[in-house]
């Protein structure tokens, strides 16, 4: 039964020990990929080598590291930038020299394991396999564009590489809030979005006053100066959910949490979850209105407010609405003088209506004209170099809004994505 050398075998077996010898990088092991490698070092020094079973075993790994279309250095590199370990939670809020001097030694002794681990390469695993199983050549080696240099894999010694490694935990966090810079607030957890939105404040037009105002707010957050909450308010298709989507393409250090209005009851314990972390969060809540006696409208109230806890200053309310008061009224609310169930009841209704002034900053989107609309469709044509004259973009968009939903930014956007389909239908048929 064919094996390794000896020299191989032998630095195999220490790869192996230096994987398990981790003390808080253990979580780089906890993927497909990284398992899958592991479980092929497992096979290649198996007293009696299973031929298949190796080849089985680099076959899972290929497709594993194929699957993240990394190289196996750049995407062990990445298990340690997103790692989330006592040491990296640390390190964002504090200074290197101010840590455990124990959790220091430790990260360093792993950076310096995880650096040997690094350099096994895939083509020196794909000549392991040709040796076991007696291939006439190598195996296909896994090889894709490495990515940018990192200051990781520009330094000589890993565990000197520390001071700036925090650095980066700083910057960029740890864990989820390191994977992903969009996420879902469901079921009592943050999923990532691992493809947001690709909406580009570029593509906006009509609204300039209200795009500035809510930059210069975000850039206040980004800055750690107070920054207020933020009501965007008015017609339907306006674009207001895309200006705030928008701004986390702008902004790299933003992070953007969608909330929906179902678990707004949950608003206080995340901001609770996000007030120690170095990030800046905009919770986004979209098309926002309440009910009479709404949970919902109570723990919102309370994130506004504040309470006796502290407001955080890493984090920001952005909400829209179609509607001016957050809180449906009915006139039937309004007190008459025969009422006599509640004493003090216009109290009861100016608190409903004065909900929305609680937001700090309150953006009104008004309805779009038709020279508004006509602004915004040519913007979108000119970015999407549309092959017609102006003239005829202009009749078409004009019946295009008579026929479908009004004048609106959605409807300018609607309509330029159903003609740049057309005439690149057209120009496929023609050719």
């Known amino acids: 039964m064919p094996k390794l050398d000896s020299t191989a075998i032998a630095n195999i077996q220490t790869l192996q020990r230096q994987a398990a010898s981790l003390l808080l990088y253990q979580d780089v092991w906890r993927n497909p990929a990284s398992q899958a490698f592991l479980h092929l070092l497992n096979t290649l020094t198996q007293v009696e080598i299973n031929i298949n079973h190796c080849l089985q075993a680099y076959g899972n790994w290929f497709s594993a590291i194929a699957q993240t279309g990394q190289t196996w250095p750049d995407f062990l590199i990445q298990q340690i930038l997103q790692s989330e370990n006592p040491f990296t939670q640390q390190a964002q809020h504090q200074d290197l020299a101010t840590l455990p001097l124990a959790l220091v030694k430790a990260a360093q002794s792993d950076l310096q394991v995880l650096q040997d681990i690094y350099n096994c390469d895939c083509q020196l695993l794909a000549q392991w396999v040709q040796q076991v199983a007696e291939l006439p050549k190598m195996p296909t080696v896994w090889v894709v564009e490495a990515q940018a240099p990192h200051f990781l894999q520009q330094s000589n010694n890993w565990a000197k590489a520390l001071p700036d490694l925090a650095q980066y935990y700083r910057q960029h966090g740890v864990g989820l809030f390191a994977r992903f810079r969009a996420f879902r607030y469901s079921t009592g957890q943050l999923i990532g979005i691992a493809v947001p939105d690709p909406i580009q404040l570029e593509e906006l037009a009509g609204y300039?006053?209200?795009?500035?105002?809510?930059?210069?707010?975000?850039?206040?957050?980004?800055?750690?100066?107070?920054?207020?909450?933020?009501?965007?308010?008015?017609?339907?298709?306006?674009?207001?959910?895309?200006?705030?989507?928008?701004?986390?393409?702008?902004?790299?250090?933003?992070?953007?949490?969608?909330?929906?209005?179902?678990?707004?009851?949950?608003?206080?314990?995340?901001?609770?979850?996000?007030?120690?972390?170095?990030?800046?969060?905009?919770?986004?809540?979209?098309?926002?209105?309440?009910?009479?006696?709404?949970?919902?409208?109570?723990?919102?109230k309370v994130v506004l407010e504040g309470n006796l806890t502290a407001r955080p200053q890493n984090m920001v309310v952005y909400a829209t609405s179609n509607r001016r008061h957050l809180i449906r009224e009915f006139f039937s609310d309004r007190p008459r003088p025969s009422n006599a169930e509640e004493v003090n009841a216009w109290d009861t209704v100016q608190e409903k209506l004065s909900f929305s002034d609680r937001f700090g900053l309150t953006l009104t989107f008004e309805s779009a004209n038709q020279d508004t609309y006509l602004e915004i469709v040519r913007h979108l044509a000119q970015l999407a170099a549309l092959d017609l004259s102006w003239e005829d973009i202009r009749d078409r968009a004009l019946q295009w809004a008579t026929r479908h939903n009004g004048r609106s930014g959605r409807t300018a956007r609607q309509f330029v994505d159903f003609l740049q389909a057309e005439i690149a239908l057209s120009s496929l048929e023609r050719g």
Do not use: C, M, W
């Open 208 to 300: 300039d006053a209200q795009r500035e105002a809510l930059l210069k707010n975000t850039e206040f957050l980004l800055a750690g100066y107070p920054a207020l909450h933020v009501l965007l308010y008015g017609s339907r298709g306006s674009g207001k959910s895309s200006l705030v989507k928008g701004l986390l393409h702008r902004y790299p250090d933003l992070r953007l949490i969608e909330v929906g209005k179902s678990e707004l009851t949950h608003l206080p314990e995340i901001v609770e979850r996000l007030r120690s972390l170095p990030q800046k969060f905009i919770i986004f809540v979209d098309d926002l209105s309440f009910e009479e006696d709404d949970d919902a409208f109570k723990s919102l």
